[in-house]
């Protein structure tokens, strides 16, 4: 039975004046992350009296002005009596007086964090803040008081009968405290669907009256939703699921433990956790505790049912592999550890988490054998691909640096000086181009490796079938870096390496898949900046004496309008194909590093790239379209 508390429970007291004075000390910084820790606060008080059941609904206002945020909630309201001793409303000392943990709630476990940057108390927020004003309805009237830097500018005053009960607090930072005081709307919103989503069933709005959007959250599944949608955001860029029904879990044995999870066929494992609804990005003892419980029931599963396939060891690593998770732990006194207090720290958590996952996955597994076997088999796919690579790595390592005793693909015209200075590697479209160029190069600093027709689109491919791609797996082992998680930049064996394919959009095209492959298996060879595209002519421009060379038809109008008042009759020559230049015209125009102009591959924007790669070469045919058509106006020539 919850005691009702009113203002005679507030013990300590404390003046805010040490909060303007020393910021950084309640809220991390008043730089943008500061500011918004104020919502995060207001918030957390709404969510709070949510979670113990007592408000179903959340609305979050960001002004027109961007600076200021109104937070309301339909749950008791703050109370509003008057404190028998200090003579002021429970309310004004709420807000006033900077006081340990937050509300004391017998009723359920109170999850308010203590101390440290969350759970710092909304009188911080008053503190550091120009204006605030608190509304609030409950007995049937509503009651209103106003402050400025955390003193009361007005007394509480009635404002009448109202109907329904709850909290509102509008607030406005103080400028003098925080250099730039504009919200991100952006910021606020993906947070407000988050909490949605860890406290099911909670409507949550965002009014964000700077760009006029209204947002409505409300997840009756909870993390099943959360889940959903970041297994929607992965599945076109290689994440597709592995099976249908996700593993959920909800459980209270000392710590409320959530969890949903599911394996995809991403090679990247995603898990996002939250302690009492605050985002851990940088983990701590309630991942662990996941990650064992996880390790455990697999392997208690493959062992029971003798799944281990011969001859391959399956470590923790191949189980997070594709490995897709959402776990929010609710606890009393959660300790945070770093500056920005983004991991748990509470060792006891590992094993409560732990004992609570293992043998409910484990039942789980058991019991859904199908699916079971589906995650089995992603996890010895993962051990595979691990050992493939690894062996290739080995291969590379194993025989050293002299590239001759390699058991390098036949196709590779190796360079005397691999690894030395200025070694190259042309990866050449086609065996005739792969001719030329092997005729037309400087054998001692260019290697080339011919790849026959289109590469496999490693976008669109598991991950067996890259393995099984003999391209593919030559390309590897003439780089010798080996990929994914056994990429090493210092096994390369070359100091750049060339795409040169046909100045054509089938060539455009198989750039297109290479670069694909090296992106999402080899990363850190293009951030390395050691990824280039050769550009060889498209036309020769032949006028009297002189002679010119096209890239594309563009270059080519630009020439002639250059040469436009000389006599001679230009004569044009467009390349079919490398194949068709002689080696010496290939080595000048687009091998001597003299007089060849090359384009170095860079990441930008990874998140963007991330997204045209997957739009581009993922499965989802209506993403390449909309790509295509918000393009199309830019594009000199479609090839359809
Ligand atoms: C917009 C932000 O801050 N909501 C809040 C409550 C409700 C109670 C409460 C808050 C009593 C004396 C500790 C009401 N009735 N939204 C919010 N809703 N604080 S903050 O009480 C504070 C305690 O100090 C509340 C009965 N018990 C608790």
């Known amino acids: 039975m919850t005691a009702t508390y009113t203002a005679k429970d507030i013990t300590v007291l404390e003046g805010l004046e040490p909060v303007r004075q020393r910021p950084g000390m309640y809220i991390g910084g008043v730089g943008s992350a500061g500011l918004h820790h104020l919502v995060w606060e ?300 983004d991991r748990l720290n509470n060792p006891q958590a590992q094993a409560q988490v732990d004992s609570a996952v293992r043998p409910a996955l484990e039942h789980w597994l058991n019991h859904n054998r199908t699916t079971a076997d589906a995650i089995v088999a992603r996890i010895v796919l993962a051990a595979r691909a691990r050992e493939a690579s690894r062996a290739a790595h080995q291969q590379v390592t194993r025989r050293g640096a002299d590239a001759h005793r390699l058991n390098l693909p036949g196709k590779l015209a190796d360079c005397l000086h691999p690894r030395a200075d200025g070694s190259e590697l042309f990866i050449v479209e086609g065996d005739s181009a792969g001719g030329s160029a092997k005729q037309g190069r400087d054998r001692t600093h260019q290697a080339i490796l011919p790849l026959r027709g289109k590469v496999l689109n490693t976008e669109q491919a598991t991950l067996s079938k890259v393995l099984e791609n003999k391209e593919l797996a030559d390309l590897v082992t003439a780089l010798g870096c080996g990929f994914g998680k056994n990429f090493d930049l210092s096994r390369l064996r070359y100091q750049r390496v060339i795409l040169l394919a046909d100045a054509d959009s089938d060539g455009n095209h198989i750039t297109t898949l290479l670069l694909t492959f090296l992106y999402r298996h080899m990363p850190g060879l293009i951030s390395a900046g050691k990824v280039f595209i050769a550009q060889p002519p498209l036309y020769r421009i032949d006028l009297g004496k002189e002679t010119h060379w096209a890239q594309d038809d563009a270059d080519r109008d630009r020439i002639l309008t250059q040469h436009a008042r000389s006599r001679a009759q230009p004569e044009i020559v467009r390349f079919k194909g490398l194949g068709e230049m002689m080696p010496k015209v290939l080595w000048e125009t687009t091998l001597n590093p003299r007089t060849r102009r090359l384009l170095r591959v860079e990441i930008v924007d990874a998140l963007q790239t991330d997204r045209v790669i997957g739009d581009l070469m993922g499965k989802d045919p209506s993403a390449r379209l909309r790509f295509i058509m918000e393009r199309a106006p830019e594009a000199q020539e479609l090839d359809v």
Not at 73 to 86: A, E, Q, T, W
Not at 140 to 163: D, N
Request: no cysteine; charged share 25%; hydrophobic share 35%.
């Open 42 to 341: 207001i918030l957390d008080n709404a969510v709070d009296e949510a979670m113990n059941g007592y408000a179903s609904e959340i609305d979050v206002t960001l002004h027109s002005d961007g600076t200021s945020v109104t937070v309301a909630d339909n749950g008791r309201g703050i109370p509003v009596d008057k404190h028998p001793k200090h003579k002021v409303s429970a309310l004004e000392l709420i807000l006033t007086t900077l006081h340990a943990g937050g509300k004391f709630d017998t009723g359920s476990a109170n999850y308010k964090t203590s101390g440290g940057l969350h759970g710092v108390g909304a009188s911080v927020v008053n503190a550091l803040s120009k204006e605030l004003v608190a509304t609030v309805k409950r007995d049937g009237h509503a009651w209103q008081q106003s402050f400025s830097r955390g003193k009361p500018k007005t007394k509480l005053e009635p404002l009448g009968p109202a109907r329904g009960t709850g909290t509102t607090v509008y607030f406005h930072p103080d400028p003098t405290i925080f250099p730039r005081t504009e919200f991100d709307p952006a910021l606020i919103r993906e947070r407000l669907e988050i909490v949605s989503y860890l406290h099911r069933g909670v409507r949550v709005t965002f009014d964000d009256q700077l760009n006029r959007l209204k947002h409505t959250f409300r997840h009756e599944q909870g993390l099943a939703d959360y889940l959903k949608k970041l297994i929607e955001q992965g599945a076109s860029t290689g994440g597709k699921p592995v099976h249908d029904t996700p593993f959920l879990l909800s459980k209270d044995n000392g710590l409320r433990i959530e969890l949903a999870l599911q394996w995809t066929e991403s090679t990247t494992e995603q898990l996002r956790s939250y302690v009492n609804g605050i985002p851990t990005p940088a983990g701590g003892t309630h991942e662990n505790g996941l990650r064992a419980g996880v390790g455990k029931a697999l392997r208690n599963y493959i062992d029971t049912h003798n799944l281990a396939p011969k001859g391959i060891n399956l470590t923790t690593d191949d189980m997070r592999e594709g490995f897709v998770g959402i776990l929010s732990v609710f606890m009393t006194d959660p300790q945070f550890q770093g500056q920005t207090k």
